[in-house]
């Protein structure tokens, strides 16, 4: 296997665990509870400039970093809301990489962002914490990668993109 890039991906890439255990979802779910006043702490006082930071050549600035998460965040809680209430639904994938392009997402005060990443988080957290062994084991289907997610995985992907994306935000911060 490759080298994987600490600055592409600072806190590793996801590995689902072979069983996902009680332990964790608490964890994870504890990651993506706590994740709004996480991102709020590291960026609440950064001056314009600061926010055109990067976390590696090439990469998003921080402003980027915290509207990418409010979408890909709306788009995950979307997907929960599918695979509760729909037999193995396909999902819309989207193109974060060119909605992070979008004018919204190059210049658009964060302190939006963070106000839907809080009521986001909030409402998630709420559905998570409500969910039954046969809930965790509902699925999506993701067409880009051509394969079935359960919600159970899921929630471990998403508490590992809250962790990721902070990692980024610190390491701009650094530079």
């Not at 706590?34 to 590696?56: G, N, S």
């Not at 997402?105 to 809080?118: F, V, W, Y």
């Not at 394969?147 to 159970?152: H, P, Q, V």
Request: hydrophobic content about 40%; proline content about 5%.
């Amino acid at each position: 296997m490759s080298e994987i890039d600490p600055l592409k991906y600072p806190v590793g890439l996801f590995l689902k665990p072979e069983a996902i255990t009680a332990e964790h979802l608490t964890a994870w779910i504890a990651t993506i509870a706590e994740f709004p006043q996480k991102i709020a702490a590291l960026t609440e006082t950064l001056t314009e400039e600061t926010l055109t930071k990067t976390y590696r050549p090439d990469g998003w600035t921080i402003r980027q970093l915290v509207h990418h998460c409010a979408d890909s965040h709306m788009n995950a809680f979307i997907r929960f809301k599918l695979a509760l209430t729909e037999e193995a639904p396909k999902i819309k994938p989207y193109f974060e990489d060119q909605w992070a392009e979008l004018p919204d997402t190059r210049s658009a005060a964060i302190s939006s962002s963070l106000k839907l990443i809080e009521g986001l988080h909030a409402r998630w957290t709420t559905l998570l914490q409500s969910l039954h062994s046969e809930d965790l084991n509902r699925e999506y289907i993701h067409p880009e990668h051509g394969k079935r997610f359960s919600l159970g995985e899921t929630i471990g992907m998403y508490a590992w993109h809250c962790e990721h994306h902070l990692a980024h935000i610190a390491i701009a911060l650094k530079n």
